[in-house]
């Protein structure tokens, strides 16, 4: 099975503050993505990555960085935490080879509140 | 940029009947639909997925629907169960590349 991890369920940040979010996959897929979903708007693209070092903007990039420095490791930053940044945050990954590529599996999200 | 359109936003249906959900989409080189689910509380997990080669695909009680001239898709889910209930994600892009998602249904399926 591919899993996914997030590193925290829940983060409680102060405005302003610099917050890493840290995605680790087991599936050597060479793709991966971070999400953001709110109530109503659905699953909005913020960053990914087809390979390692490689990064391409999403939907919504703004205010948000991301790093991938190994294959398995995809981090999110948020330089200068706001409280509009208040959200669920997912990552996934997906091959892009054999019969389950394109096939996107999600971590399981962190509750992210800036204060 | 790709953009899709999911409707309805809320769906209650008796249990046992049929529920559908339709998207539209507005790339037409978009070549990859697929549909995830997410029960509250969880991870979104795909369901079902079609490719542009194919009109239809169906797995037991679910089946997706693409119509490539008109640019949309459906998801049929028939005879439904309590375990039905969930948030359905309706997505579109290009293979291999990045995913544009809908905005969700919120399925309620009534005992």
């Known amino acids: 099975d591919v899993k996914v991890t997030q590193s925290s369920r829940y983060l409680v940040k102060r405005t302003g503050e610099k917050v890493f979010l840290e995605c680790v996959q087991d599936?050597?897929?060479?793709?991966m993505f971070w999400y953001r979903q709110d109530p109503g708007l659905g699953l909005r693209l913020i960053y990914f990555?087809?390979?390692?070092?490689?990064?391409e903007k999403g939907d919504i990039p703004e205010g948000y960085s991301v790093s991938r420095e190994k294959k398995e490791r995809f981090s999110l930053i948020l330089e200068s935490a706001s409280t509009n940044q208040t959200s669920m945050y997912l990552c996934?990954?997906?091959?892009?080879?054999?019969?389950?590529?394109?096939?996107?599996?999600f971590g399981a999200g962190t509750r992210l509140s800036v204060l | 940029g790709e953009n899709v359109e999911q409707h309805p936003s809320t769906l209650s249906v008796q249990e046992g009947d049929s529920a559908v959900i339709k998207c539209t989409y507005s790339?037409?080189?978009?070549?990859?639909f697929p549909w995830y689910k997410q029960e509250l509380g969880k991870r979104p997990q795909l369901i079902i997925d079609?490719?542009?080669?194919?009109g239809e695909k169906k797995d037991q009680r679910i089946a997706v629907t693409l119509n490539k001239t008109a640019k949309h898709f459906s998801l049929h889910i028939t005879e439904t169960q309590p375990e039905d209930s969930a948030v359905y994600f309706c997505?579109?892009?290009?293979?291999?590349?990045?995913?544009?998602f809908g905005t969700g249904t919120r399925l309620t399926i009534i005992p």
């Open positions: 996934a990954s997906s091959s892009s080879f054999g019969d389950r590529k394109n096939i996107q599996y």
């Open positions: 599936m050597d897929h060479e793709n």
């Open positions: 990555s087809y390979d390692v070092k490689m990064k």
């Open positions: 790339d037409s080189a978009s070549n990859y």
């Open positions: 079609i490719r542009s080669n194919v």
């Open positions: 997505a579109a892009g290009l293979a291999n590349e990045k995913l544009t």
